[in-house]
């Protein structure tokens, strides 16, 4: 043909992992038909540009990005594909190609298989918009029969995700099982130890990076992209964080149950993806080898309030945590005084809006609150002791169960945030009525705002609260009273896994909640 070795050409091959058993659709077919017709044409080849494993729904695909530049560059002027549908499959972004930019960029594009050829006028070229439309349909079909399929397969307790969660590895004999990695599963049981001894999410990630235990990250490969000075710990390691901690602590997986669906993209063009709400993970239990037991996980659960809320300070308090007002229900602070060399507890609640008169100080000396209160613990347990003593058998010890009483919270919290939510809509609808200006529903949104996400906190809490056994075993409660009874100075760990709560009033009266039922004493 006359005027064809004026094209300088550039032949696209892609291959998504979704048509990839389609021997017709393979690389090596494309390449083929490709260079035949190139050859047959006269035309002259400056560039393959090949993407493999690369959805067709949208364009961030790296030969794809290397096409463009080269065409901005003038280097093709010319592209040819075996059809539209291996050019993209979104109708909208191939027909901004076709239709606009490969006109104004004087670009000649033909698709073998589909009869187009944009310096030729056709008919084929006419419905060229509707093959763009029927191949993006493909698509999103392929994206839902992938999705409904992943979706039966978690339901079936198979781990279908990409990579395996911290601590384990898949098996060599079958891809959708997990089998426990020991050297990362014996870190694992070191972080829900330490949680079990009382210690926050911080204080377990930098205990971790001071031991220069590897994280997670290290073994995954990830690369940093942050400036580290000498002082810095090895990015072979890494730094442990809070949110890793969180994570781990939290994950259902390490306790041998395959929780799954956590995310879902925003549609089948976008990588992007949101979280579910935990109501809509696929849940299968007792799929692969636990790495801690059922009831330490669940013991767990229970003890990460009282840990998490604790903020980190230069000085260690026993009950730092545990103290709440008597009187508002909020939690007490501890706070070292300079001048005085002592310690003091004070009323969040009070202490954030004091101008409101909403609470009082509460104000106590720290160290003459906490010799009080170990004296009290140590009367409830030696009339624990005493009176299991009398017992010809030992009896289960019940928590307290606030189950009843925590779903009424949430109900009412939930029932809360509907009006919540009502007024903000109709504050919306005031200012567009004019009844009020916009800064008036500015500064009045913010507030509903505040006070909706809040709700959803202390929802989310509740929630986490009643995760917690109904149960625990006799033996441990006394275990944990008699190295109690047996110290001087008790330890973190031995308090939190006796109190639940420690309640003072502004009469300096004290009621302690345990964590088992003291009403047997």
């Known amino acids: 043909m006359i ?50 494993g690369f959805s067709g729904t949208n364009f961030d695909r790296p030969a794809f990005k290397k096409m463009m530049k080269d065409i901005e560059l003038g280097k093709i002027n010319m592209i040819i594909t075996k059809d539209m549908s291996r050019l993209g499959r979104d109708y909208i972004g191939t027909g901004e190609l076709i239709e606009k930019y490969f006109p104004n960029n004087n670009i000649r594009y033909i698709a073998i298989n589909d009869g187009i050829d944009t310096f030729i006028d056709n008919t084929n070229n006419d419905i060229a918009p509707f093959k763009a439309i029927m191949n993006d349909m493909y698509a999103k079909d392929i994206s839902k029969k992938i999705k409904s ?17 911290f601590g384990y590895q898949k098996d060599p004999t079958n891809k959708n099982h997990l089998i426990i990695n020991e050297e990362q599963a014996n870190v694992v049981r070191l972080i829900y130890d330490l949680a079990l001894k009382g210690k926050t999410y911080h204080f377990i990630a930098q205990e971790l990076t001071k031991r220069k235990i590897k994280t997670p990250a290290s073994y995954y490969n990830y690369v940093w992209n942050t400036k580290c000075s000498g002082k810095c710990v090895s990015q072979e390691l ?21 929780v799954q669906g956590k995310t879902k993209k925003i549609n089948y063009k976008l990588k992007k993806t949101v979280k579910n709400s935990s109501d809509d993970y696929i849940i299968v239990e007792n799929t692969h080898e636990a790495i801690i037991d059922k009831d330490t996980f669940n013991y767990v659960q229970f003890l990460l309030p009282k840990n998490v809320k604790r903020p980190d300070k230069k000085r260690f308090y026993l009950l730092d945590g545990l103290l709440y007002c008597g009187d508002c229900k909020h939690r007490i602070t501890i706070r070292y005084q300079n001048k005085t060399g002592r310690s003091y507890t004070t009323c969040d609640y009070y202490r954030t809006y004091s101008k409101y008169h909403v609470c009082t100080t509460h104000t106590n000396n720290y160290e003459i609150l ?19 003593k009398i017992k010809d058998s030992v009896r289960d010890i019940e928590f307290v169960d606030n189950t009843l009483k925590i779903k009424k919270q949430i109900e009412s919290l939930e029932l809360t945030n509907n009006k919540l939510i009502q007024s903000l809509d109709k504050t919306y609808m005031d200012m567009l009525k004019g009844l009020i200006d916009e800064e008036q529903y500015l500064r009045v949104s913010e507030n509903l705002k505040k006070e909706i996400e809040n709700n959803k906190s202390n929802i989310d809490n509740l929630k986490n609260e009643n995760l917690a056994s109904n149960k625990i075993d006799n033996k441990k409660i006394e275990k944990y009273i008699d190295k109690f009874l047996s110290l001087e100075n008790p ?7 006796l109190v639940e709560k420690i309640y003072i009033y502004q009469d300096k009266t004290i009621d302690i909640i345990f964590s088992f039922n003291n009403k047997m004493v």
């Open 3 to 52: 005027g064809n070795s004026s094209f300088k050409v550039g032949i696209y091959i892609r291959l998504s992992r979704d048509d990839g058993n389609i021997e017709s659709d393979s690389i090596v077919s494309q390449r083929s038909l490709l260079k035949q017709y190139v050859k047959e044409n006269n035309y002259i080849v400056v560039d393959e540009y090949v993407d493999d």
């Open 149 to 165: 399929s992943l979706h039966s397969r978690m339901k079936d307790g198979l781990y279908v995700s990409g990579r395996c969660p």
């Open 238 to 258: 890494g730094v442990w964080v809070d949110t890793t901690i969180k994570a781990i602590l939290t994950n259902r997986i390490y306790a041998g149950d395959a």
């Open 370 to 388: 906490e010799h009080n209160i170990l004296d009290e613990i140590r009367t409830v347990c030696k009339k624990y002791l005493d009176k299991n």
């Open 491 to 497: 330890t973190r760990e031995l308090i939190v896994n």
